[in-house]
Nanobody, 124 residues
Framework: VQLQASGGGSVQAGGSLRLSCVTS????????IAWFRQAPGKEREFVAA???????YYGDSVKGRFTISRDKAKNTVYLQMSSLKPEDTAVYYC???????????????????WGQGTQVTVSS
């Protein structure tokens, strides 16, 4: 499985960005696709995930501001980010996992395939 993340950039606080993650290669049932982020000097943080059944999950720091969605026909998952804050500055990664139990959906170790990351910078 290959993942290609894109859409990062620089934006002022309060602005919006949409990230895309295109997946290719082997496909699986019971797949979860997630976004994580990592700021300099910090651990990787769960942002959002969408399961094969369409259910969405969000990290507390982005709930109500970010929306994850997918276009199955394009093998693409999106992360719409609104009301961006300087603390959202990070490298954003998309990841794919299979057979993830709900209690582990926010754990990066649950995901086997990772994209290369895309930088998001929010200035105040």
């Amino acid at each position: 499985v290959q993942l290609q993340a894109s859409g990062g950039g620089s934006v002022q606080a309060g602005g919006s960005l949409r990230l895309s993650c295109v997946t290719s290669g082997r496909t699986f049932t019971s797949t979860t696709i997630a976004w994580f982020r990592q700021a300099p000097g910090k651990e990787r943080e769960f942002v959002a995930a969408i399961r094969w059944n369409g259910y969405e999950y969000y990290g507390d720091s982005v709930k109500g501001r970010f929306t994850i969605s997918r276009d199955k026909a394009k093998n693409t998952v999106y992360l719409q980010m609104s009301s961006l804050k300087p603390e959202d500055t990070a490298v954003y990664y998309c990841a794919v996992g299979t057979g993830i139990i709900l209690s582990a959906i926010r754990e990066e170790t649950s995901y086997s395939y990772w994209g290369q990351g895309t930088q998001v910078t929010v200035s105040s």
